[in-house]
């Protein structure tokens, strides 16, 4: 089973500024099988991200998504008010399915 | 509009069991492959179950294998989540989701005496 570790657990900015979040496994695999979710409270969570870097239909281009191999990275180049929410990483190249435990982005 | 509607869900004893269904509308259903998803209160997503197209193949998390059985019945656009010997910590939000690039809003599941 591939373990995702998030890091920070919160991460506290204001709006205008650069997010960085990091998410990194317990195994190598392919960029292809990693995404990240965004989750704002009382919802389900929205795909942000597919493939490492793939945005999803609708995303801003503020979201981008890097890395390869255990490391990965979602960045957030100027946060608006609506980006502060929980943000998951996933694996999905094989089951078990694997989500990072995430990051909670607050105003700060 | 693509969306999936969960239902089903509700207050259940220790031991108990409950079905799940998702309602899919707005695509093919019978193309997507299809997850199953939950949230205890305040805490994070845990995958649960995945179902090929055609409902051939189905892959569990250890957590639920041999209590939760994953189905799908593409003549109606409905996925199935049967639940059986449910337990306190089975307490939960619900999600499905389409390939996990649509979800639904969720049910909630509650375990308890």
């Known amino acids: 089973e591939i373990v995702l570790t998030q890091s920070p657990g919160t991460l506290s900015l204001s709006p205008g500024e650069r997010a960085t979040l990091s998410c990194r496994a317990s195994?190598?695999?392919?960029?292809?099988?990693l995404a990240w979710h965004q989750q704002t409270p009382g919802q389900a969570p929205r795909l942000l991200i597919y493939?490492?870097?793939i945005r999803a239909p609708g995303i801003p281009d503020r979201f981008s998504g890097s890395g390869s191999g255990t490391d990965f990275t979602l960045i957030i180049s100027r946060l608006e008010p609506e980006d502060f929410a929980v943000y998951y990483c996933?694996?999905?190249?094989?089951?078990?399915?694997?989500f990072g435990q995430g990051t909670k982005l607050e105003i700060k | 509009e693509e969306q999936l509607v969960e239902s089903g869900g509700g207050l259940v004893q220790p031991g108990g069991s409950l079905r799940l269904s998702c309602a899919a509308s707005?695509?093919?259903?019978?193309?997507?492959?299809m997850n199953w998803v939950r949230q205890t209160p305040g805490k994070g997503l845990e995958w649960l179950s995945h179902?090929?197209?055609?409902?051939?193949?189905?892959y569990y998390a250890d957590s639920v294998k041999g209590r939760f059985t994953m189905s799908r019945d593409n003549a109606k656009n409905s996925l199935y989540l049967q639940m059986n010997s449910l337990r306190g910590d089975d307490t939960a939000i619900y999600y499905c989701?389409?390939?996990?690039?649509?979800w639904g809003r969720g049910t909630l599941v509650t375990v308890s005496s």
């Open positions: 989701a389409r390939r996990f690039n649509l």
């Open positions: 707005g695509f093919t259903f019978s193309s997507y492959e």
């Open positions: 179902i090929t197209t055609s409902g051939g193949t189905i």
């Open positions: 195994q190598s695999f392919s960029t292809t099988y």
């Open positions: 493939g490492t870097s």
């Open positions: 996933q694996y999905y190249g094989g089951s078990p399915y694997t």
